[in-house]
């Protein structure tokens, strides 16, 4: 507040704040909006990602206030940057808690970010949900009760393409990834996983690029020297763009293929320079889910942006359905009658029925696995053919394990 | 390795240096004419890698031709960004000692960095090859991109280019006097400071080449600049302060030697160039191809 403010208009001052206060709260609860707070990585290499992430959830909020809203009340989005920090991320979750007083948060790209998010949550029993960070942890040991996750988790993904991979015939691996800690150790379990399906599987390569390196050319040979079938690759976003771009005339892709996350808006990036007949997985690819939900999503999410959804859109318009569909059904906003509802709860998600297992909160989205192939349908990006859904029954961890993993942290 | 694998790498190396070279030759040029390390430079890299970007979003029509003129037009607007930056700021500096320099470029690089960030935002961008260079050529049976071996050509034109300048012309032997003799120079009437910015210019001209050529080499990010400077400086260190011959000779010893140790060492090539640069400071602390200091 400003120094050395006058009598006359401090006392001006307080009486404009006492009518406000005596008529906002005359204004009653009934028009009250529920308020949603989506702690975002806006900028940054999550710049991509929120794009698609935002419209969607814009596209939901839209069509549910334009049909009367829920609970006859409307709903209002509060959106912040938590740039991929966590400490930021934690800021701005308490910031749209306590000053927008938000119902309900959103979390964002980051997985590190995630862990912030999620425990701020806790604290003031707000139920979040994540759509695109997808650490498992989040699910086990720093599980938390007002906390849903509907993007198939590192575990799901993880163990998928292993799963997946071990029923094809490629025996002689490279691979190639960022050299920090997330590099490795998804590497690292990524291995063990394919290993312990495929006991016959040979690591010829494993190729690490320095951080900040955007100039692959002095790797891409090494990377090839014992000719590899098949190489693997947890590079995502730009930097894999990069990679398959500057990999292309170097032969790469004539002699091996390269299996990564073809997420949609990598797909857009690349382009035409996506090469043909690479084995890729994703989290949810629009075209190659048929149920009628999708179909329509498509359809509004076309007109209104002119473009196809991005997994991530996907995904995030996904827990904005089960949030929904629970307050519905507890006709409250009340987070832990809803954590009550939410748990075991079927909801119409764009990827067809699925539900929310109970005990870890986990929506059981599977994995998509596929190979890339130029479609007539989309001019402007090769997409996935063949995808086959690796539901995640089969590769997410059972509850014993879950709850063996929690019990150890504590 | 079979001994055409062997080749391939190396081609593959060299082109990896030529490409070093052609930005930490600049480097090393204000060096031995300003007595200024500029950190800077990689930030002026960054920028012409940047404008090439923009440019071409404008021009590209994926012929030889457009790309030719981004080799054209970048290279002298970041010449004229840095008449501004050496008119206006390395001018104040020359006589100062040398933490004070280094404090002046340093805070220029956080602010470069940061206009670039405000102008083109956190996205990685990149320039798309010329069709004529997006394909590969057949070296024994393996595939090397055509863009590399067009380095390759660049690579050597440039040292050339400036061999032929700094020995073979008036402009040349000024500069090269400016660099052992200023005093003398202003002296016998030479403008020096106008060699000093003409030099700086050409410095710029040469960061602003590289950043063209990498733009579609690579994808441009906040993080090349910086990424760059280190290794130019490690190439300066090792060649000799001032000395483009010394710059030619570290950049492909450390484009090589990144490339090969690759494969052997893994991730433990990246402590190639600084091995070489400990190990010159220690045998030769004036560096390969220079003299030392008086």
Redesign the interface.
């Known amino acids: 507040m400003k120094v050395g403010l006058s009598k006359t208009a401090l006392r001006l001052l307080l009486l404009i704040l006492t009518l406000g206060l005596i008529s906002g709260a005359s204004v009653s609860t009934a028009q009250e909006t529920i308020k949603i707070g989506f702690v975002a990585d806006i900028s940054g290499v999550g710049a991509t990602f929120y794009k698609g992430q935002k419209a969607a959830i814009d596209l939901f909020i839209e069509e549910l206030n334009s049909s009367g809203g829920i609970l006859g009340r409307k709903m209002e989005l509060f959106v912040r940057d938590a740039q991929l920090k966590p400490d930021i991320g934690a800021t701005m979750a308490r910031e749209l808690v306590l000053s927008e007083k938000c119902d309900f948060l959103i979390g964002g790209t980051s997985s590190a970010v995630a862990l912030a998010i999620t425990k701020v949550a806790h604290e003031f029993k707000k139920i979040v949900y994540f759509h695109t960070s997808n650490g498992e942890a989040l699910t086990t040991t720093d599980f938390q009760p007002y906390m849903f996750q509907v993007v198939p988790n590192t575990g799901i993904e993880g163990r998928g393409i292993a799963l997946a991979l071990s029923k094809k015939p490629y025996k002689n691996y490279a691979f190639i990834g960022p050299d920090y800690a997330y590099g490795h150790s998804q590497y690292e379990s990524f291995k063990t996983d394919l290993t312990k399906l495929k006991p016959d599987v040979q690591m010829l390569e494993a190729v690490w690029v320095k951080l900040g390196e955007t100039n692959y050319s002095p790797y891409i040979p090494t990377l090839m020297a014992k000719n590899p079938e098949i190489v693997y690759s947890n590079f995502w976003g730009g930097q894999l763009s990069s990679l398959i771009k500057q990999a292309k005339p170097y032969g790469l892709f004539k002699k091996a293929t390269l299996t990564s996350m073809y997420d949609l808006d990598l797909l857009r990036t690349t382009g035409a320079d996506m090469p043909e007949g690479m084995l890729g997985y994703t989290r949810c690819p629009f075209y190659a889910i048929d149920t009628p939900t999708m179909k329509e999503f498509v359809k509004k999410y076309l007109d209104k942006y002119k473009e196809y959804p991005s997994d991530w859109a996907c995904m995030a318009y996904d827990g904005m359905v089960v949030l929904v569909t629970a307050i519905k059904k507890a006709n409250t906003i009340d987070s832990d009658q809803l954590v009550k509802t939410i748990e075991g709860m079927h909801f119409p998600s764009l990827r067809g029925d699925r539900y929310i297992r109970a005990e870890d909160h986990m929506a059981n989205v599977g994995l998509y696995v596929g190979t890339t192939v130029k479609d007539p349908n989309y001019k402007d990006f090769l997409i996935m053919g063949q995808v086959e859904e690796i539901p995640a029954e089969k590769v997410w961890l059972s509850v014993e394990e879950i709850q063996k993993l929690r019990s150890k942290s504590k | 390795?079979t001994f055409e694998?062997f080749v391939?790498?190396l081609l593959?190396?060299l082109?990896?240096g030529m490409l070093l070279f052609i930005i930490a030759s600049g480097l090393s040029l204000v060096f031995g004419v300003l007595r200024v390390i500029n950190f800077a430079h990689g930030s002026l890299y960054m920028i012409g890698a940047y404008l090439a970007y923009s440019l071409s979003a404008t021009l590209t029509d994926g012929s030889m031709l457009s790309f030719l003129a981004l080799l054209v037009a970048v290279p002298p607007a970041v010449a004229i960004l840095g008449f501004v930056v050496e008119v206006t700021l390395f001018r104040r500096v020359y006589r100062e000692e040398h933490l004070l320099q280094l404090l002046l470029t340093y805070s220029l690089v956080l602010i470069l960095d940061d206009v670039v960030r405000v102008i083109w935002?956190?996205?990685?961008r990149?320039v798309a090859r010329p069709d004529l260079l997006?394909?590969?050529v057949d070296i024994m049976g393996?595939?090397?991109?055509?863009?590399?071996v067009f380095i390759l050509v660049i690579g050597p034109v440039i040292a050339l280019g400036l061999w032929l300048l700094l020995y073979k012309t008036r402009t040349g032997n000024i500069i090269r006097a400016a660099v052992s003799f200023p005093d003398t120079l202003g002296a016998l009437g030479v403008n020096v400071s106008r060699v000093m910015t003409a030099t700086f210019m050409l410095g710029c001209w040469l960061a602003g080449l590289g950043g063209v050529l990498?733009a579609a080499?690579?994808?441009?990010?906040l993080?090349?600049g910086?990424?760059k400077i280190i290794e130019s400086f490690a190439v300066v260190v090792i060649g000799g302060l001032g000395s483009v011959g010394g710059a030619l000779l570290g950049s492909l010893i450390i484009?090589v030697g990144?490339?090969f140790f690759?494969?052997p060492f893994?991730?433990w090539a990246?402590v190639f160039p600084y091995l070489v640069m400990a190990a010159v400071l220690i045998i030769r602390p004036w560096g390969l191809f220079g003299k030392p200091e008086r």
């Open positions: 390795m694998y391939f790498m593959n190396g082109s990896q935002g956190g996205d990685p990149n997006a394909g590969s393996l595939a090397l991109p055509t863009y590399n990498v080499l690579a994808s441009v990010d993080g090349i910086m990424e484009g990144i490339t690759q494969l893994g991730r990246l």
